[in-house]
């Protein structure tokens, strides 16, 4: 560069260095620089470069923003003045300044304004000798007051300015000033280095939505972000999904990953993650993550369907169709043209299987044959065969026993084929079968999975049947390799009539799979209603049982209803006497925490005013769905948790501690002594420290949403008071009703699909927009969302004005008319409720203005029109 300027040479270092109070005392030696080690220490240093003579170089504190503004804190030391700067003198040989003894002074939160106010001051009087003007000291208040509310108590920075002399000899002449890289209190969230310490899942499906559990260092839940990245050329970046309720403590995140770039792949892919911060961008080391493809069976009932079945030939085995030139008896006997293999083993005793009774077929034994093979074991027990016998001779008289036994059942075989000629049965053939019906493939599947995958629905009756002959077995309750049984095959694979079926013939309900789930579970995940209502109806004592059976991951059928976004079979589920209000067993979320956390207001809506969900339930961290919306960011789901009454001013278990950078963030950091000191005498003091933990304060919903229309929202209710939140008895034109013939016609209006005036666009004006993707394939999207806003307790207003923004005259004028006959029916009176007294021509006038009106709660008519619809997100 021309001319001279300033360079800064040694940074400072920006972790591990504490602001001190002033009643703590000084610091225990100075800000080190970026390069300090162990035995080498070093300053922050600058150096004038291109000059060579005497100069000045001041240090103050600026923010950590753009533009840097003066800092509230202070420097001390041995070069500082009062004013909070540190001042020396360099030149002329030596242009250097290494500040080796600098401190920072953390002000205290009720001296803030004053200290803020008084640098401005001094600030706008450098170089000038007049006083401030009034105007002037309005303006540094004004600038004071919004400094308070944006500044980072946290985080300082050095600038460096250094001043030459001019021809009179003063230092007046500035440089360029430096800045240095941002210093992070030490006692402060963020100024911890961040780092993954854990994870639960290092994979997870190409679609995202995987769980994961992660341990880390101490972070700031309102100032940190998980991304996920791929190191390539293409720049793909993501960011996992939780809001600041899942950040736990500080030191663990429950997030949800989100979906890769590529929802098509054929092989594991594997990417980084990392933790990232908001404001000042520190990012921890990357750690891998693979995303798997989508297993589309994951049941793995679509693949065995697909196996290739065998093809039989024209012949049986080596020899001619039927016998061949050997003299065989049609493949059933030894002749050379039957070459039939047998898997039995040698003295099986197939007489010991039907010992109990007659064959419910009919008689298939041979009598003779079993009676000669009977005879000759008899023989051949009593018979003392002499020691000259040769091994030989043992060997055929066990191979002919064998050959007897295989005759004999070759004999049941031909008969029972005989019959079924005649009579077309297949049970004839199955009977004298029977005992092979709890033969496994390489699956673990029996012959009842396998005719239930393939769906073949009279195969499945007639091996029931012949199943259920068979006295103290439990063939139809086998489980696969993969822990499913027939009965839960059938509920996969969508089939209510082999689902009654399986029940009448005592199928065991209660069985779970590999996952923990149970029938209705899997019904559920299968987003099935009808086999749903069929096991309800059927299940009996056991319905109950499994209602309130959670799976391997804690989920009771309600919370899986809610996850799979089906109302009807949610409402099936709390008709039958499942608990709406049932905590999951890991975290303690109800069903209306998840529909919150899915940001579905249909679902939460429908929780609350139809099926009497608790809107003030906790989990297991004390957090309400009103403590999830705010920290969603989600206005809707704000408001209406708020008219149904949800506690404002409710707190969580997690405590809220003074932080350093305002006084409404949610950071762990040590108390300003100072201030607890001013407030209490040293008996006070004392009493407090003992109890400390108790008087604590905690997390409202406030304290957790990043949302400014949120925040609006709620501070709004809060200074209503505790009336607010009880719901408001409804007012004419206020709450949004719709008759038939009325939404029948904004039906009609919004299904035209015209740009700009469609239903779509009418989302976004109300502040729905999240629910375009859950109606888009619905049979009438338009109804489906007028339906949804009424529900919610939209307003008629809010509404009226949407139509109108869009050019809608004609769905206004069909509003107005409805509001106007609905007026004219009701009488001159006034109605206390949380907005006060009003008369009915002053709510006329008041909802015919084109501004929004604030909702009333009250109870609102439910579509159900809708419920009956799946919603996919």
Known sequence: AEGPYLLIIEQPKQRGFRFRYGCEGPSHGGLPGASSEKGRKTYPTVKICNYVGLARIEVDLVTHSDPPRVHAHSLVGKQCNEAGNCIVT???KDMTAQFNNLGVLHVTKKNMMEIMKEKLKQQKLRNRSQLLTDSEVREIEVEAKELKKVMDLSIVRLRFT????????????????????????SKSPGASNLKISRMDKTAGSVRGG????????KVQKDDIEVRFYEDDENGWQAFGDFSPTDVHKQYAIVFRTPPY???KIDRPVTVFLQLKRKRGGDVSDSKQFTYYPVVEDKEEVERKRKKVLPQFPQHFGGGSHMGGPGGGTGGFGSGGGGNLSYPYAPGLAYNSIYSSGPHPMGSYQSGVQMARASKMEEEGAERQLPAEQSYSQALQYHAQLCNMRILALTQRNAHALLDYSVTADPRMLLAVQRHLAASQDENGDTPLHLAIIHEQTAVIKQLVEVISGIPNQQIINVANHLQQTPLHLAVITKQPQVVQLLLQAHADPTLLDRYGNSLLHLALQAGDEEVLKMLLAHLGA????????????????????VQVKSLACLELLVRKGADVNAAERQGGRTPLHLAVEMDNLNMAAHLVKKLGADINARTFAGNTPLHLAAGLGSPTLTKMLIKSGADVL???DEPVSPSPSSSEASSDVDTDPEEQEGHMDLGEADTSRASGAKLRRRHTPLDLTRSQKVREILLRASQQGPESELPAVSRPGNILSLDSEILQGLELLLNQNRGGSDWTELAKRLGLCSLVETFKDTASPSRSLLLSYELSGGSLSSLLEALDSMGLSEGVRMLRKAETYNKLQSTELKEDSAYGSQSVEEEQSSALTPKLCPPASAELPSPLAHSQQQQVH
């Open 90 to 92: 360099v030149g002329p």
């Open 162 to 185: 250094a001043y030459l002399r001019d021809s009179s000899g003063n230092f007046t002449l500035a440089l360029n000033p430096v800045i240095s890289d941002p210093i992070h209190d």
């Open 210 to 217: 995987d769980e994961v559990y992660l341990l880390c260092d």
């Open 261 to 263: 770039h590529k929802p």
């Open 542 to 561: 056991a319905a109950l049982s499994l209602l309130n059976t959670p799976n391997y991951h804690g989920l009771l059928p309600v919370h899986v209803a």
């Open 650 to 652: 409710c707190e969580n």
